[in-house]
């Protein structure tokens, strides 16, 4: 049972254009969601990371949405750039971490 | 200014050859992880071991162990290696298990079995 799903798979955005990564999860005792950034050869990152008692985080260029009700959480990131094309990874924790399975973030020129 | 440093970088095994996979951390964090990266599966938790002295079952332990072996070092083993376990790996290490804890990743070892 995939506890975080996350989509897209892979995404293309034009440079200064908003990325939208999505991600759902099940099990209501995850406290704490992180989104981790990856590039090439390297581990992952932290990026940004939000609690469930608030809506909405921002940290610059990027934000995280959160709807508890819903048990949906996204990632935007505002005026893309060349530099942002990573993979990212949504995750959930109650003690360890849920990844999902990445999105594969392209920005194009 | 290490983080978390994992050897080895590259390794290529026949199938049912042994090794052992080392990390160590030196920002003095309590707990550690073994993950395993795999295309289009995200990153799945093999062991982790919250503080000195403790390791537990992740997601995917199967066919792995774990030794915590001090506070720095947590090393993961295959003992009979199979094809399914051709993957990248991942140490990591945060201050503690649970929320608002940054998780900091080595830069991972590349496995493949023959």
């Known amino acids: 049972q995939q506890q975080v799903k996350q989509s897209p798979q892979s995404l293309i955005v034009q440079k200064g254009g908003i990325s939208i990564i999505n991600c759902a999860y099940e099990?209501?005792?995850?406290?704490?969601f992180p989104w981790y950034q990856q590039f090439p050869g390297k581990g992952p990152a932290l990026l940004i990371a939000?609690?469930?008692?608030?809506s909405e985080k921002k940290e610059g260029r990027f934000t995280i949405s959160f709807n508890k009700s819903a048990k949906q959480f996204s990632l935007h990131i505002m005026d893309s750039q060349p530099g942002d094309s990573a993979t990212y990874f949504c995750?959930?924790?109650?003690?360890?971490?849920?990844f999902g399975k990445g999105t594969m973030l392209l920005v194009s020129p | 200014n290490a983080g978390v440093t994992q050897t080895p970088k590259f390794q290529v095994l026949k199938t049912g050859q042994s090794m052992t996979l080392q990390c160590a951390q030196d920002m003095n964090h309590n707990s550690m992880y073994w993950y395993r990266q795999d295309p289009g599966m995200g990153l799945r938790l093999i062991y982790y071991?919250?503080?000195?002295?403790?390791?537990d079952k992740g997601e995917v332990p199967n066919g792995y162990n774990v030794s915590r072996l001090n506070k720095r070092e947590f090393s993961l083993r295959l003992e009979s290696a199979a094809p399914s376990q051709t993957s990248v790996y991942f140490c990591?290490?945060?201050?503690?298990?649970?929320?608002?804890?940054?998780?900091?990743f080595g830069q991972g070892t590349r496995l493949t079995v023959v």
């Open positions: 995750a959930a924790s109650k003690s360890t971490l849920t």
């Open positions: 990591a290490s945060s201050f503690k298990t649970g929320a608002n804890t940054e998780a900091f």
């Open positions: 071991s919250a503080s000195e002295g403790t390791t």
């Open positions: 939000i609690r469930p008692d608030v």
């Open positions: 099990n209501t005792a995850f406290d704490y």
